[in-house]
């Protein structure tokens, strides 16, 4: 999924494995322990994953949480939830970007 994004690199943070564009995080794997990974999202997509899917999306911990950071259970996941939350922070970052 992550190829299909264009800018979409593969790099590391933390002994994890993240995707960036731009430089800028917007997903990770293997966090907060393997088979969990991360998306950040705004706090509005957060609330939706969270009600739409809450076996498989969390708010992160601490002000991360609150600020729309989402931990999503991998195992038993829905595929397209997943990569339309991924997609989603995808585009977020874009448009962080245009407003600095």
Request: hydrophobic share 40%.
């Amino acid at each position: 999924m992550v190829k299909k994004l264009p800018g979409a690199v593969e790099s590391e943070h933390m002994q994890h494995p993240d995707f960036r564009r731009s430089g800028k995080v917007f997903a990770t794997l293997d966090y907060p322990e393997k088979g969990w990974g991360m998306v950040k999202l705004t706090p509005v997509q957060q609330a939706s994953y969270l009600q739409q899917a809450p076996d498989t999306f969390q708010p992160a911990a601490g002000a991360w949480g609150r600020s729309g950071s989402t931990i999503i259970r991998l195992k038993g996941a829905a595929k397209a939830t997943v990569r339309a939350a991924l997609a989603e922070a995808f585009r977020n970052i874009a448009v962080a970007g245009k407003r600095s």
